[in-house]
Nanobody
Framework: QVQLVESGGGLVQAGGSLRLSCAAS????????MAWFRQFPGKEREFVAT????????YVADSVKGRFTISRVNVNNTIYLQLNTLKSEDTAVYYC??????????????????WGQGTQVTVSS
């Protein structure tokens, strides 16, 4: 069982940056692939980025490639999402998620077993 708590969201101007954090409970954090998703109002949750259990491999959605970076620090049971050059269309609720690592980058919501409560990111233009 893994419990996830996101933080770091807020209001930022277009072109600005934020760093989201996701703190995980449990002693098996290093066994989980972690990911970030986001959800726009009235839309389904969409994939943003994922990182493998050892942090050596990550995969980022084309829509945010070059602007967002995912990372993790296993000793701290935490993952991060660095959001740079933010645009108004990045406004969404951002969620972190966890799944048992199978060596693949998974982008489907249904593949993930554990979810945080979400943190709101609002980008003003």
């Amino acid at each position: 069982q893994v419990q996830l708590v996101e933080s770091g969201g807020g209001l930022v101007q277009a072109g600005g940056s934020l760093r989201l954090s996701c703190a995980a409970s449990g002693r098996t954090f290093s066994r989980y692939t972690m990911a970030w998703f986001r959800q726009f109002p009235g839309k389904e949750r969409e994939f943003v980025a994922t990182v493998t259990s050892n942090g050596r491999s990550s995969y980022v959605a084309d829509s945010v490639k070059g602007r967002f970076t995912i990372s993790r620090v296993n000793v701290n049971n935490t993952i991060y999402l660095q959001l740079n050059t933010l645009k108004s269309e990045d406004t969404a609720v951002y969620y972190c998620a966890a799944r048992a690592d199978d060596g693949f980058h998974r982008t489907d919501v249904v593949r993930y077993d554990y979810w945080g409560q979400g943190t709101q990111v609002t980008v003003s233009s």
